[in-house]
């Protein structure tokens, strides 16, 4: 795991657990074949660091969707 990715992925969003739920989603997704938002560094670049990049970067967003509310239209937020 990048420690640089990690930090500049807590500036973005600084409340831990929902970083961590939102970086577990968008891992799982990039297993499953999902394509990533960026390209990555190596071929062989981990998932993690690829999720933890994005979040870096800008290119993932989360947001808590309460009950009876709709999502963001935007494509590249997940949704807790």
């Not at 993690?48 to 989360?62: H, P, Q, Y």
Request: glycine residues 4%; proline residues 8%; positive net charge.
């Amino acid at each position: 795991m990048n420690t640089q990715y990690l930090e500049n992925a807590k500036d973005r969003i600084p409340n831990i657990p929902l970083l961590i739920n939102v970086i577990a989603r968008r891992v799982r997704q990039l297993n499953r074949g999902q394509r990533p938002l960026l390209k990555p560094d190596t071929p062989q670049t981990p998932n993690l660091d690829i999720a933890l990049r994005e979040i870096a970067e800008g290119k993932l967003t989360a947001e808590i969707a309460f009950k009876g509310e709709t999502a963001s239209q935007n494509g590249n937020v997940i949704t807790l």
